[in-house]
């Protein structure tokens, strides 16, 4: 992680647990838009059109995770159990 963002071990240690963890799970998100940049230039042209497909929309998952999250139905049940949650 202290070579992908750059840092030292002292910047490191110094963060506190759940900041340490979200800047590493946001690595594969990070590197996965960067692949769709790669991909766009390099291999799309020669990809038949069923793989090309296939394989952004799994790269595309991985660098938009919350694009592709499972959409909740919203209904009245749903509504009242978040409003419920939250207290």
């Not at 996965?32 to 394989?55: C, G, H, I, N, Y």
């Amino acid at each position: 992680m202290a070579h992908f963002y750059g840092w030292g071990n002292d910047q490191m240690l110094s963060m506190e647990l759940e900041t340490f963890t979200t800047y590493y799970r946001a690595i594969d998100i990070l590197e996965a838009q960067k692949r769709l940049v790669d991909m766009t230039t390099a291999d799309w042209p020669q990809m038949k059109k069923k793989d090309r497909e296939s394989f952004f929309k799994k790269i595309k998952k991985v660098a938009y995770p919350n694009t592709f999250k499972k959409k909740l139905k919203l209904t009245a049940e749903n509504l009242r159990e978040l409003i419920d949650g939250n207290r």
